[in-house]
T-cell receptor, first 110, second 115 residues
Framework: KQEVTQIPAALSVPEGENLVLNCSFTDSAIYNLQWFRQDPGKGLTSLLLIQSSQREQTSGRLNASLDKSSGRSTLYIAASQPGDSATYLCAVSNDYKLSFGAGTTVTVRA | DAGITQSPRHKVTETGTPVTLRCHQTENHRYMYWYRQDPGHGLRLIHYSYGVKDTDKGEVSDGYSVSRSKTEDFLLTLESATSSQTSVYFC??????????????FGEGSRLTVL
């Protein structure tokens, strides 16, 4: 069974600092990995999708890397802003289903 | 934003009553999923569908059934609600094939409380 772990569970940083969020998974035979953002009381918003053949994916201030052999992905958010405060979840795809991590809750202090 | 609508958004019901949650999409995506989100457990797959009348179980399917009679609608039914089914339920859709879920898009969630 795929196990997905996100460390740390919570993170608080001052505005402007770069964020580094970690995701690890136990089964490296994945098809892709997705990073999501969830605001309180809301659904999940897809941020980045990395296919298994890719090493990284970028969108604006966000950059996600994937090291499938070591079972790790890292989400970098440059120059954090208070609006980046949310819970960030990673999910890995094996066959038809996604397995989710528990998330990292980020607070960016103004 | 992906066109996904969940209804009802909030529901309070009593133990033993049947409950149906509806997910409606306007994207014509083939794959639809029902997840539940609970503190300490994260998101867990209940059931999914890979086409009209084609459904399969996820990891926490006991006590739930689903139906998909049209591409755009995916219904989740709690046959006899229990307090352990108090949760937030999310519908998701995907356009890729079964071997690769592709990018998932989520609805806003349905908060269910079973008293």
């Amino acid at each position: 069974k795929q196990e997905v772990t996100q460390i740390p569970a919570a993170l608080s940083v001052p505005e402007g600092e770069n964020l580094v969020l970690n995701c690890s998974f136990t089964d490296s035979a994945i098809y892709n990995l997705q990073w999501f953002r969830q605001d309180p009381g809301k659904g999940l918003t897809s941020l980045l999708l990395i296919q298994s053949s890719q090493r990284e994916q970028t969108s604006g201030r966000l950059n996600a890397s994937l090291d499938k052999s070591s079972g790790r992905s890292t989400l970098y958010i440059a120059a954090s802003q208070p609006g980046d405060s949310a819970t960030y979840l990673c999910a890995v795809s094996n066959d038809y289903k996604l397995s989710f991590g528990a998330g990292t809750t980020v607070t960016v202090r103004a | 934003d992906a066109g996904i609508t969940q209804s009802p958004r909030h529901k309070v019901t009593e133990t033993g009553t049947p409950v149906t949650l509806r997910c409606h999409q306007t994207e014509n995506h083939r794959y639809m999923y029902w997840y539940r989100q609970d503190p300490g457990h994260g998101l867990r797959l209940i059931h999914y569908s890979y086409g009209v009348k084609d459904t399969d179980k996820g990891e926490v399917s006991d006590g739930y059934s689903v139906s998909r009679s049209k591409t755009e609608d995916f219904l989740l039914t709690l046959e006899s609600a229990t307090s352990s089914q108090t949760s937030v339920y999310f519908c998701a859709i995907s356009e890729k094939d079964r071997a690769n879920t592709g990018e998932l898009f989520f609805g806003e969630g349905s908060r269910l409380t079973v008293l």
